[in-house]
């Protein structure tokens, strides 16, 4: 059993920063996914096991941003110019592989906080 542990969840204004992390081992795919009240869960980004990226979320393209640091088995997802419509629940899953559709990964994480408001 894979134990992901999302963390850098928040209350920001808008316009602002917020790093989330999830802690996981390597050599899965890491997909962040967010949900908001009352929506139905959506793909935001999401990291192979073997490099590169992918943004699935059009209104995250420019402003959010997927890494992977291997020496800390940890997967971080930078958001800048956060909007009141960014926010909900945040959360990290690892699958083989990436995909925008949530069923295909394994593991989840207990999800993060993010509420962007002035």
């Known amino acids: 059993q894979l134990h992901l542990v999302e963390s850098g969840g928040g209350l920001v204004q808008p316009g602002e920063s917020l790093k989330l992390s999830c802690a996981a081992l390597?050599?899965?795919?890491i997909g962040w996914f967010r949900q908001a009240p009352g929506k139905e869960r959506e793909a935001v980004s999401c990291i192979p096991s073997g490099g590169g990226t992918i943004t699935y979320l059009n209104s995250a393209q420019g402003r959010f941003f997927i890494g992977r640091d291997n020496d800390k088995n940890t997967v971080y997802l930078q958001m800048h110019s956060l909007k009141p419509e960014d926010t909900g629940v945040y959360y990290c899953?690892?699958?083989?592989?990436?995909?925008?559709?949530?069923?295909?990964?394994?593991?989840w994480g207990q999800g993060t906080q993010v509420t962007v408001s002035s």
């Open positions: 390597n050599g899965f795919a």
């Open positions: 899953a690892a699958g083989i592989y990436c995909s925008a559709d949530g069923g295909e990964y394994d593991y």
